[in-house]
């Protein structure tokens, strides 16, 4: 493997077990505020399961169980197929999941009573549900900007039809996307900056500390703490400190921020905790998902090239 690919990789399954890893550590101070949970936990930073799931310590929720999903169609359908992505879903609903959001919920509903894969756009559907899931997407749409687009907002719009939704996947598979390829803060930052132009209501330069479900405010506390920290493991403190949607503003803030930094910044002792059978389906899944992608395409074909012509 080339060192470029390598790298690739490494950032890839850094994202992914970044999402996990901030589901698993949010689970424990969702739906606190920051106050409560000073007085409780100090600063929380210790993988010690909790919270009002009462979650194991290391375990996960819905955030990865979905993306987890959307992971196994597309490395078993060998592409994508968002018919796949729906009946995976729907096997996830009846399983009883830890957890499961009110949208997503109506939108599975929505899917196996009317065979529907689009929700009609909604204002309420405005909500983090369908960013949360979105690493897998990222990493097999590698390399195509308008693949990305299409996949992440056709998984989207499975469960939430909103346009504030909608830009929110955009902004945020492109930073996971620029990260992964070796994109610096400053890129990233433009990135961020770019959705808060089209949508002001994103701005994110004087964050107020709400850090709830609604995908404005999710993102506000993403991009505050990204920016304001100096690696992967104050980053996602400085998140799951904050409190409200915790486990989600920690999956989001994880896959980027994995990508970012990469693989050697992921605390050693958090990675212990995490359930062994979610990182084991990750490290597996992962280096399929990013050999689907166009981006790797492209690489096997350039190395290819170079073979025959050293020949
Ligand atoms: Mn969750
Ligand atoms: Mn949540």
Redesign the pocket.
Known sequence: MSPAVEDVHRRALASFLGLALGDALGATT?FMSPLEIKAKHGIHQRMTGGGWLGVKPGQV?D?TEMSLVIARSIVEQQGWNLTSIADGFVAWMRGKPIDIGSTVRKGIRTYMHQGTLEMPPNEWDAGNGAVMRLAPVCLFTLGDDELLARCALQQAWLTHHHALSDAACLCVGRMVQAALLGADRFELHALARELADSYPTFRFNQYKGMAS?YVVETLQTVFHYLFTTANFEECLIGIVNQGG?A??TGAIGGMIAGAFYGLDQLPKRWLKKLDRSVRNEIETLTPQLVEGSPWFQQQASLSADGASQNN
Request: proline share 0%; net charge negative.
């Open positions: 969702e929720t955030d479900g949607d486990d989600t």
